[in-house]
């Protein structure tokens, strides 16, 4: 029948090409998608605009450093927080070894630094919270980098003998994971503490921050205000994301309700074409059961295949901006109302063994409160090797694909237009 029904072969043919083009396409395109059927472990960790970053960070880095050297004073040489700052931001951190002989918290501290302009800079209390409890352990303990920041403390300086003890037996224990916890909530009271900005930013020491990254989170956080009319019905704003926590529930082939969606399509699709068969004269000239039977049986079913299989990192496409999700993966930087600050890190304290992500999802939900993410990514994640899970592959690592596809020089001329919205013209 099929050979005496050429609209049936023809329809054949070109449900075969499309899928071509589709998988010739995906194989170029979304092989760092872990939720696509293109997915390429052996590329998908790479590099491209986590390299530039990281080289303006080292080069900002060694002008601070020679400056700075044998200079007691670095706040006439570097600008610091002004008297009213709109976020507290602390960076935790715990001693590991060097990458290329850079510490990874030198990168953190130097890329949220880097580009800055001096009333962005005025508007961030920077502040590093040393986990080590033998804070002299961590190598830029007492470093000349930390001129650089308004603060710096650790875990024994925060809190109580009995507490003391607890973080000395679980890194003793190399319990990194529940450690962490307290360490999060150590370094949340430590901002809110020191600082009355309105905001306060947990950023874990081993990120790498993109130009213009403050100017943004300034505008979307404006922008979450005027969403939600408030400060109250919201938690966070996560500046990261990993492409992993964001896909589809499921990857396998009829994961996601994709027999009900094949049926459902198949189904509305045969009824049109009956009826145009029926009812119309080009249709009856055209439309064959065997045509018919080729879109509802092959073509349907292969393309809602495809469809899942692609990835929804990679079909869907966040648009540039603040919005709402309330789900999602990770810690790596996250800003939250002053107001909120407290319960999470105790929530997350209380909730220690568990990841903290999971702690802030958690409180949300009992909270009723709205997540944000902001997009383009603004962090990437540069511990290969978590400190909490060593032994797992690079491919298992947290990071973003969208970090590395961001622009330098469009990144560049956004963050001059953002200041200058933000603050008025830029000297």
Not at 356 to 376: C, G, H, Q, T
């Amino acid at each position: 029948m099929l050979g005496r029904r050429p609209p049936a072969v023809l329809a054949l043919g070109v449900t075969v090409a499309i899928l071509l083009a589709i998988a010739f396409y995906g194989h170029f395109n979304f092989y760092r998608d872990p939720g696509s059927i293109f997915f390429n472990p052996n590329r998908a960790l790479e590099r491209k605009y986590s390299i530039q970053r990281e080289q303006e960070a080292v080069a900002f880095e060694a002008q601070a450093h020679a400056l700075l050297d044998g200079n007691e004073n670095a706040d006439g040489v570097f600008p610091k927080a002004g008297r009213d700052p709109l976020i507290c931001g602390v960076f935790v951190t715990m001693g590991r070894e060097t990458q290329g002989g850079v510490h990874p918290l030198e990168l953190a501290v130097a890329s949220s630094l880097t580009g800055l302009v001096e009333p962005e800079r005025s508007d961030i209390d920077l502040q590093v919270y040393f986990a080590n409890t033998n804070a002299s352990e961590h190598p830029l303990w007492n470093s000349w980098l930390l001129k650089l920041v308004d603060g710096f403390t650790s875990a024994r300086q925060l809190v109580s003998d009995s507490e003391f003890k607890n973080l000395v037996k679980l890194e003793n224990g190399k319990e990194f994971f529940t450690k962490s916890a307290f360490d999060f909530r150590n370094a949340i009271r430590h901002c809110y503490n020191v600082s009355s900005a309105p905001y306060i930013a947990l950023l874990e020491g081993d990120i790498l921050l993109a130009d213009g990254w403050f100017s943004r989170s300034k505008l979307a956080l404006q922008d979450i205000v005027a969403q939600t009319k408030s400060m109250d019905r919201w938690l966070d704003m996560r500046l990261f994301n990993d492409e992993k926590g964001i896909g589809y529930d499921s990857t396998t082939l009829f994961g996601n309700n994709v027999p009900i969606i094949i049926l459902g399509v198949s189904i509305t699709l045969f009824t049109i074409l009956q009826a145009t068969r029926v009812y119309s004269a080009t249709g009856k000239a055209f439309i064959s059961n065997a045509f018919i039977s080729v879109i509802c049986c092959v073509t349907v079913p292969l393309f809602v295949i495809m469809f899942f299989q692609t990835g929804k990192s990679s079909v869907f496409t966040p648009a540039p901006g603040v919005s709402v999700q309330n789900w999602g993966c990770c810690s790596q930087a996250i800003i939250m109302p002053r107001e909120r600050a407290i319960g999470l890190a105790e929530l997350i304290a209380e909730q220690a063994g568990g990841p903290p992500d999971m702690s802030i999802n958690d409180y949300a939900s009992r909270n009723e409160l709205k997540r944000f993410v902001l997009n383009p990514v603004q962090v990437q994640h540069i511990g290969f090797r978590s400190l909490l899970t060593p032994e797992r592959l690079k491919t298992e690592s947290v990071w973003s694909v969208a970090f590395e596809d961001l622009d330098p020089g469009k990144l560049a001329n956004e963050h001059k237009k953002m200041a200058e919205q933000l603050y008025g013209p830029l000297s």
